[in-house]
């Protein structure tokens, strides 16, 4: 009898590790997302560095800013320890998907409103664009 114990519990092991192995329908990881409602090249009006933070994981430098209809707003992705997002919080606006120091985002917003955005892995990182 322990001998089937001991196999039903390594098999159970196994489809366990299985499933937690598995990629299928994980957004999470970076080749998975497709940059959106913005560009990795061109020099904004306003500038929002993606920085370290001692308190946090990391923070948007400024917070928050603000830009004229049509100007750009380039994000630099400075933090050397982690990867990081600007993701804006209503969904399809603009997404750069996880990316390394080094990497810049740049979005040209076209219409007056208020664009809050964060970091898809870090909750605590916040940030708003007001267009007007």
């Known amino acids: 009898m322990s001998v089937w114990k001991m196999a039903i519990a390594a098999v159970g092991s196994a489809l366990i590790l299985a499933a937690c192995g598995s990629t299928s329908g994980d957004n999470s990881g970076s080749s998975s997302c497709s940059p959106q409602g913005g560009a990795t090249s061109g020099t904004g009006t306003a500038t929002v560095k993606i920085v370290s933070d001692p308190n946090t994981i990391g ?3 400024p917070s928050a800013v603000s830009v004229k209809t049509g100007d750009t707003v380039e994000w630099d ?3 050397s320890s982690t990867q990081h997002s600007v993701t804006s919080d209503d969904s399809g606006v603009f997404d ?5 120091s080094g990497a810049k985002f740049v979005v040209t917003f076209s219409k007056a409103g208020d664009f809050k955005y964060h ?7 916040t940030g708003d664009v007001k267009v007007g």
């Open 59 to 61: 923070k948007f430098d």
């Open 96 to 100: 750069s998907c996880l990316q390394s």
């Open 77 to 79: 992705f400075q933090d």
């Open 119 to 125: 970091c898809t892995i870090h909750a605590q990182m």
